[in-house]
C-alpha cells in the first residue's frame, strides 16, 4: 500500500534561513507527489506538484521541490524562509487509481524565528 | 469565483447525538472529496464521489458514517451516535475530474467536537 513519511514533525528556522522538509514515499509505480501548505484556521492550499518529466518542480510562494526515484524522496525547499511561511506542510502521494484519492504524511508544523 | 465552502465551521454536540456537515464544491467540479484531519491519525480519505456516486467509501471509519450527493453539487457528510473519537476537523475537496492528476481545491474544514 502506498505510504508517506514526513519525518519531521516540528522545523524551526530563522527568518532569511533557508528550509528543507523532508518527505518519503512508498509506491510501486511513478507516483504523483504533491506538497499542501495549511495555515491556522485555513484549507489546505497546493504549493506543487509532481506528475512526470523534470524533476525539479517549481511552486508558489517560493518554494521548490525535487523528486529523487533513488531515494523514494520528494523534499520541499525554500531558500529564504518568510516569517509567513509559518504554517503545517503536508506532502501527499496520489492513490494511482482514477479516483484521485491522496495519501497524506503526518505533516510538518514550520515555526520561523525573527 | 468562489473556492469550495463547508458548514458549519464549528460543530459542538454531545455523544449520541446525529450531525450533518456540509460541503459546497465549486461550481463545475465533478469529483469530491471528504478527508478527515485529527491528532492521532493525521489527514485519512473518507470517501469520494464522481457526479453523485461513490465509487470508493473505503475510508468510512464505520457504518454510523454516511454521506451523499446531489445533483452533482452538494455533499452532506452524516455521522450518527456520535463518538468522542469522531472529534476532528472535517474537510472536503473538490476537483474539476477525478484522477491525481487534477489539483484538488480544498475547504476551510468543520471543527467537530463531540463532547
Known amino acids: 500500500a502506498q505510504s508517506v513519511t514526513q519525518p519531521d514533525i516540528h522545523i524551526t528556522v530563522s527568518e532569511g534561513a533557508s528550509l528543507e522538509l523532508r518527505c518519503n514515499y512508498s509506491?510501486?509505480?511513478?507516483?504523483?507527489l504533491f506538497w499542501y501548505v495549511q495555515s491556522p484556521g485555513q484549507g489546505l492550499q497546493l504549493l506543487l506538484k509532481?506528475?512526470?518529466?523534470?524533476?525539479l518542480v517549481q511552486g508558489i510562494k517560493g518554494f521548490e521541490a525535487e523528486f529523487k526515484r533513488s531515494q523514494s524522496s520528494f523534499n520541499l525547499r525554500k531558500p529564504s524562509v518568510h516569517w509567513s511561511d509559518a504554517a503545517e506542510y503536508f506532502c501527499?502521494?496520489?492513490?494511482?487509481?482514477?479516483?484521485?484519492?491522496?495519501?497524506f504524511g503526518q505533516g510538518t508544523t514550520l515555526q520561523v524565528k525573527p | 469565483g468562489a473556492g469550495v465552502s463547508q458548514s458549519p465551521s464549528n460543530k459542538v454536540t454531545e455523544k449520541g447525538k446525529d450531525v450533518e456537515l456540509r460541503c459546497d464544491p465549486i461550481?463545475?467540479?465533478?469529483?469530491l472529496y471528504w478527508y478527515r484531519q485529527s491528532l492521532g491519525q493525521g489527514l485519512e480519505f473518507l470517501i469520494y464521489?464522481?457526479?453523485?456516486?461513490?465509487?470508493?467509501k473505503s475510508g468510512l471509519p464505520s457504518d454510523r458514517f454516511s454521506a451523499e450527493r446531489t445533483g452533482g453539487s452538494v455533499s452532506t457528510l452524516t455521522i450518527q451516535r456520535t463518538q468522542q473519537e469522531d472529534s476532528a476537523v472535517y474537510l472536503c475537496?473538490?476537483?474539476?475530474?477525478?484522477?491525481?492528476?487534477?489539483?484538488?481545491?480544498f475547504g476551510p474544514g468543520t471543527r467537530l467536537t463531540v463532547l
Open positions: 475537496a473538490s476537483s474539476l475530474v477525478p484522477g491525481s492528476g487534477y489539483e484538488q481545491f
Open positions: 509506491y510501486g509505480a511513478t507516483p504523483y
Open positions: 509532481y506528475f512526470s518529466g523534470d524533476t
Open positions: 501527499a502521494v496520489g492513490e494511482g487509481s482514477n479516483t484521485g484519492k491522496l495519501i
Open positions: 461550481s463545475g467540479h465533478t469529483a
Open positions: 464521489f464522481q457526479g453523485n456516486s461513490a465509487p470508493d
